[in-house]
C-alpha cells in the first residue's frame, strides 16, 4: 500500500513546487510547503476518496490551503519596481529588510519523462509572479487556479473551502489588479523567437563581458527596466540603465566571466568579477527580451538564491 502510495502521488511533485513557487514568491519556502504537502498527504492516505476527487485535484487541494497557511498575515515577496519610485542612475544605494521574490532555477522543473504534466513556463516569469505579490493570498490562489491550472470554480471553491460566489468574486478583483499591472498569465512580453532571443542574450553577454557599454545599451528596449533587491533602487529607459553600468564597470573594472543560467523560463547568467587571482560571484542576473531587445534586468546580490543555483562562490582564471 506504502510502495504504491508513493508511487500514485511522487508525479505531481514539480507541478505542485511549480504552483507553491507562484504562490509564495520563494523556492526554499516553495520546497518546503511541497515536503509538508507530501506529508500532509501520507498521514491522510487512508482518507483518500477516488470517487470524489482525482489524486492531482486532491494534491492540489492540500499544497493550496498549506500556502494559505504559510502565507497567514499575508506577506509578500514583492519585486523594488512594485514598491517605490524609479531612482535616479547614481543615486546612493538604499538596501531594504523587505523580504523579495526569489527566481526560481529551470533545473528544479525539468523531467526527462515526458509523461509529466507540462509546466506553463510563462506564468512563472519574474514579471508575472511579481505582479502577482500585489494579490492578496487568497485572490492569489483564485487567479492561479482558474487562470494557470484551469480549474472550473466549483473545483476551485472545493479546493479552497469556499463558495462559487466567493470564487468568482475573487477572481473578478484578481483580475483587475493583474490588469492594472499590465502583465498576462498568456503575455510573454512580446518575445520574439527562441532561436533570436538566444542570439541576442549571447550578444548581451559578449558586451558585459567586456565592459562594453554601448554594446549594451544597443541591445536595450527603449523603456527597459533594471531592478536589483535587495537593493530598493531600480531604473528604467536607456540612458538610466547605461549610467548605471557606467558607474558599475568603473567600480569593479573591467574583467568578467559568467555562467549561464535559466530561471522562471527566462535566459541569464552568474556575473563574475575578477578579485584577485581569480573571479567572485557578483551577481545573478535574469533577462526578458521582448521583440525590441532587453526589457527587464532582474538582477540578485543574495546568497540564498546563489545556493539554490548551485552557484560557485569563484571561478579560476581557467
Same mark, same amino acid.
Given at each position: ?6 508511487e ?7 507541478e505542485?513546487?511549480?504552483?507553491? =513557487?507562484r ?5 526554499h ?8 504537502? =507530501? ?20 494534491? =492540489?487541494?492540500?499544497? +493550496?490551503?498549506?500556502c494559505?497557511?504559510?502565507?497567514? @498575515?499575508?506577506?509578500?515577496r ?5 514598491v ?5 542612475p ?45 494579490l492578496?493570498a487568497?485572490?492569489?490562489?483564485v ?32 483580475r ?5 499591472? @499590465? ?10 523567437p ?5 542570439e ?15 554594446g549594451?545599451k544597443?541591445l ?16 528604467t529607459?536607456?540612458?538610466?540603465? +547605461? ?22 523560463g527566462?535566459p @541569464? ?5 575578477r ?14 527580451v521582448?521583440?525590441?531587445?532587453? +526589457? ?20 579560476? +582564471?581557467?
Open positions: 500500500m506504502s510502495v504504491a502510495f508513493d500514485l502521488i511522487e508525479p505531481y511533485r514539480r505542485l513546487t511549480a504552483h507553491c =513557487y504562490m509564495l514568491g520563494s523556492i519556502d516553495a520546497e518546503d510547503v511541497v515536503q509538508e504537502t =507530501y506529508l500532509r498527504a501520507w498521514r491522510a492516505r487512508d482518507a483518500y476518496d477516488a470517487s470524489r476527487a482525482s489524486v492531482r485535484t486532491w494534491m =492540489y487541494r492540500i499544497a +493550496t490551503n498549506a494559505l497557511t504559510a502565507r497567514a @498575515g499575508d506577506a509578500r514583492p519585486m523594488p519596481s512594485g517605490v519610485a524609479p531612482s535616479e547614481l543615486a546612493p544605494f538604499v538596501p531594504s529588510e523587505v523580504t523579495w521574490l526569489q527566481p526560481l532555477p529551470d533545473a528544479l522543473l525539468d523531467s526527462d519523462d515526458p509523461a509529466r504534466t507540462v509546466i506553463d513556463r510563462s506564468t512563472l516569469r519574474l514579471a508575472f509572479v511579481a505582479a502577482l505579490q500585489h492578496s487568497r485572490q492569489r490562489a487567479l492561479i487556479l482558474r487562470d494557470v491550472l484551469d480549474f472550473s470554480a466549483a473545483e476551485t471553491a472545493e479546493l479552497i473551502d469556499a463558495t462559487v460566489i466567493s470564487v468568482n468574486s475573487a477572481l473578478r478583483r484578481a483587475a489588479t493583474m490588469s492594472a499591472s @499590465g502583465v498576462r498569465a498568456d503575455d510573454e512580453g512580446g518575445a520574439s527562441e532561436a533570436e532571443q538566444r541576442l542574450v549571447e550578444r548581451y553577454v559578449t558586451a558585459f563581458v567586456s565592459a562594453n557599454v554601448e549594451l544597443q536595450l528596449a527603449e523603456d527597459v527596466l533594471l531592478e536589483m533587491p535587495p537593493m530598493t533602487n531600480w531604473f529607459g536607456r540612458a538610466g540603465y +547605461t549610467a548605471f553600468m557606467e558607474w558599475v564597470f568603473t567600480v569593479n573594472g573591467d574583467d568578467w566571466r559568467t555562467v549561464p543560467v535559466a530561471a522562471n527566462q @541569464g547568467f552568474a556575473a563574475y568579477v578579485d584577485g587571482d581569480g573571479y567572485r560571484l557578483h551577481t545573478l542576473q535574469i533577462l526578458d521582448g521583440r525590441d531587445g532587453i +526589457t527587464r534586468n532582474s538582477v540578485f546580490l543574495d546568497q540564498a538564491v546563489f545556493t539554490a543555483f548551485g552557484l560557485a562562490p569563484r571561478l579560476t +582564471t581557467a
